[in-house]
């Protein structure tokens, strides 16, 4: 079976979406699936996945602006603010992209699915992002999986295009009830948690390494949070717990490791401006991206999940308990699905310090309560294996290929 892999993210960052696709890929059984992949944007990934043998097509969208004198204007700021009004423009603007962006790049796309001739196309992105490639597969009569990994909005344009589709995987059950209650109705919902390839995703460097290499004394406590600086990840909240703490726990350290997304310039260098004033800089690391990610989560005392709104997973979370690291992390969106509080790590309100600060120092400041979330974490991680994972959408696959052989102009044959 070919499978043809689409990837809409953009921003020249590697964010949960795309890595979830590259991990399922590295798991499929290459005598039964061959996969290809289609990205919008050449990212650093692309090597990994040729190394897996996977041949890589970058597309090049073409996007209109989104940005236009008016929203400057006040008058136009006031009658935007009215909610007839807003409902009439948010119809005609997502009509207009529909029209202007989405048919056309779904046009060529079609050409490229005509050429690859995959028995299935495997959407990464949800409906909004990947609507071009879902009424691409439609004009080819290839069958079409959409995975859903955020909340996305949904207008009428996803309502009408969900009902074509082949079916539905979403990431957690929080997704798929959001897509429910939006009414996005494919024939079929899946509900298929990540997984990580446990052998894989473990540390190679000798311990401590990475601790020297922070400036991390042996007294020294180091918290770590992984995730691409972008405001909703909300990396400025955990500064603001540093700050809370800064007397009572003087030697803590706040590792923020990732680079910086297209949308997320001034959001990182509001949070560089926050640790300058506030005379932070000796206890704050900006790492940027790394590719030794299992190594840093190793060498934290506490790794912090901080997103300040629903996160539809958190891959992060998984990946530090399976390093044995205690975990904080949001109580919001998916991660409550998974992560039971004081069992395998603790769960704080979004955007708030004052809550971080306190679990923090639950863990920093007690070696039991430390070690028994690293255990619970390690034992929770093992029902995220990659090999249930892959398990899970393959039986999506073979269920659909199953219903769609045999249909009437199945498949390109161009």
């Known amino acids: 079976m070919k499978v043809?892999?689409?990837?809409?993210?953009s921003g020249h960052v590697v964010g949960g979406s795309l890595t979830g696709m590259v991990h399922l890929i590295s798991g499929l059984d290459r005598s039964r699936y061959e996969p290809v992949v289609v990205l919008y944007?050449?990212?650093e990934v692309v090597e990994e996945l040729?190394?897996?043998?996977?041949?890589?097509i970058v597309f090049n969208k073409r996007r209109l602006p989104r940005d236009h004198g008016l929203h400057a204007n006040p008058s136009y700021r006031r009658v935007k603010s009215v909610s007839a009004v807003a409902s009439a423009m948010q119809f005609v603007r997502r009509?207009?992209?529909f029209a202007f962006e989405t048919l056309p790049t779904a046009l060529r796309l079609s050409r490229v699915l005509s050429a690859e001739k995959p028995d299935l196309v495997h959407v990464c992105n949800g409906y909004r992002a990947n609507l071009d490639a879902i009424v691409a597969a439609r004009l080819c009569r290839i069958p079409c999986v959409v995975h859903s990994k955020g909340f996305d909005k949904h207008s009428f344009v996803e309502r009408g295009l969900a009902r074509g589709v082949a079916a539905s995987i979403c990431m957690t059950e929080a997704i798929k009830s959001h897509c429910v209650s939006q009414g996005i109705c494919p024939p079929a919902y899946h509900v298929i948690y990540d997984g990580l390839d446990l052998e894989r995703f473990r540390p190679e460097k000798p311990f401590g390494e990475i601790r020297r290499e922070f400036g991390i004394g042996e007294d020294g406590r180091l918290v770590v949070v992984v995730g691409n600086l972008q405001e909703w990840k909300g990396q400025i909240v955990v500064l603001e717990a540093l700050l809370l703490l800064k007397e009572r726990i003087p030697a803590l350290t706040v590792a923020l490791v990732g680079g910086v997304h297209r949308?997320?310039?001034?959001?990182?260098?509001?949070?560089r401006r926050f640790v300058e004033e506030h005379e932070l800089s000796s206890r704050v690391l900006f790492t940027g991206a790394r590719g030794d990610v299992p190594d840093v989560m190793a060498a934290a005392d506490v790794v912090v999940h901080s997103s300040v709104r629903g996160e539809p997973f958190g891959r992060v979370i998984i990946e530090a308990m399976a390093v044995g690291t205690p975990v904080v992390a949001t109580r919001a969106g998916g991660v409550p699905e998974f992560v039971h509080e004081e069992k395998d790590g603790l769960l704080v309100e979004p955007g708030d310090p004052a809550a971080l600060a306190d679990a923090l120092v639950s863990i920093l400041e007690n070696g039991?309560?430390?070690?028994a979330l690293a255990l619970g974490g390690r034992a929770n991680a093992k029902l995220f294996s990659l090999q249930r994972h892959v398990d899970s959408i393959c039986a999506v696959y073979d269920g659909v290929i199953?219903?769609?052989h045999g249909s009437p102009g199945y498949g390109v044959r161009a």
Request: include cysteine; charged fraction near 35%.
């Open 4 to 9: 043809l892999f689409l990837e809409a993210s």
């Open 41 to 43: 944007e050449d990212k």
């Open 50 to 56: 040729r190394q897996l043998g996977v041949r890589v």
């Open 95 to 97: 009509a207009g992209d």
């Open 263 to 271: 949308s997320g310039h001034d959001y990182a260098e509001r949070c």
């Open 368 to 371: 039991e309560v430390a070690q």
């Open 402 to 404: 199953e219903r769609y």
